[in-house]
């Protein structure tokens, strides 16, 4: 439909983004990396990810056009939205870690907040800040998880967020 995501700014937090990735090498503008007590280490590593989901969701948003043989495909829904990606899960305090992450986040002018993370359960903790970022024009899409019935997670299971979720291709939940 031409919707190319261009000059749209995404935050995304998750296990970091291989910013060497061919289809993540151009989109990630800044990168960041929350201690496990949530502090922002400093200086900024080159991004980074601490496990492959990362650069899995990171790649879902704004992968770049790929060659393969001689076709040309692209990877992300935005293929020219502009990442800020931040290390925020993978041990610690985890709630801290997010808190930090997404306090960072809602400066940076995004538009668009993706975590494809949550703690099972309702927790108010992430709340203050989700509203800051509805409240600044922020769209937040979180997950809210795979687990099946009655197991949602926090934050994307508030009602000022955009859920995800996935299923497969027998329209189950995706493990």
């Not at 995404?10 to 289809?23: E, F, I, N, Y």
């Not at 960041?32 to 492959?52: C, K, N, T």
């Not at 990877?75 to 939205?81: D, I, R, Y």
Request: net charge negative; aromatic share 4%; proline share 5%.
């Amino acid at each position: 439909q031409g919707i190319t995501g261009k000059g749209v700014l995404v935050g995304h937090l998750d296990t970091g983004a291989d910013g060497k990735h061919p289809a993540l090498a151009s989109a990630i503008q800044e990168f960041a990396e929350f201690d496990l007590v949530g502090e922002m280490v400093s200086p900024a590593p080159a991004a980074y990810d601490s496990d492959e989901h990362g650069t899995h969701t990171a790649a879902t948003i704004a992968g770049r056009a790929s060659k393969s043989g001689k076709t040309k495909s692209h990877v992300g829904v935005a293929p020219e939205a502009s990442l800020i990606s931040a290390m925020v899960i993978d041990g610690g305090d985890v709630v801290a870690r997010v808190l930090g992450g997404m306090n960072w986040a809602v400066g940076r002018g995004i538009r668009v907040l993706s975590m494809s993370l949550g703690i099972r359960g309702y927790l108010e903790d992430f709340r203050p800040v989700t509203q800051a970022l509805r409240d600044r024009g922020v769209l937040p899409v979180f997950a809210s998880g795979n687990e099946g019935p009655g197991t949602s997670r926090s934050p994307g299971n508030y009602a000022e967020v955009l859920s995800v979720g996935a299923m497969d291709r027998n329209k189950l939940i995706a493990n």
